[in-house]
């Protein structure tokens, strides 16, 4: 009878250890994945780089540069931003320079985990960093202005070349968001949009 009794059991274990084999090799997957796809998320500044679109604090980049922050941009966007820096020099002596551009997906993804030790949570966070891939930074489609003259330029007259400040809290942040000549939309009040 002892047989009999020790069948449902080791019957029990076969589930629980296909489901362990399966978790392995999930993992296993899992890790290979990541070694050879993304990198990790950087812990510090210091592990970012030129090809990260990473610009200094403190830098910032004119709108010719060679470097992936402005050379990664969306043309579209690229071509909007040149046109409307001659006519910002022309016009005012006011050099459109750009703090954040293009982002690889590692370089958002420091921001944000930044942004949530800054602010407490993700929640909060969210209003002044996106995620990941959902950062119109990451696809090159928005930029982060230097100077206020430059950001004050491109609010009264950036719609001429389809250019706008796309959220209420952040006034350097643009975006290619009408036809040229057209008229902006209403602004997003944060970035949870």
Known sequence: MAPARTAP????LLPVALALSALVALTGCTAATTAVGVAPVPT???QLTDDDGYIAAGDSLTLDSDLPAIQRLDPDL???LRAADRAAVDERGTTITIVDGWRSLRYQEYLFARAVQKYGSEQEAERWVKRGADSSHV?????DI???DAMDFLNRFGSQWGICQTYANENWHFELETTPGGECPAMEADGRG
């Open 9 to 12: 059991a080791r019957r029990g």
């Open 44 to 46: 510090d500044a210091s």
């Open 78 to 80: 690229l071509k909007a």
């Open 139 to 143: 696809s090159g489609k928005a930029v």
């Open 146 to 148: 230097g100077t206020a």
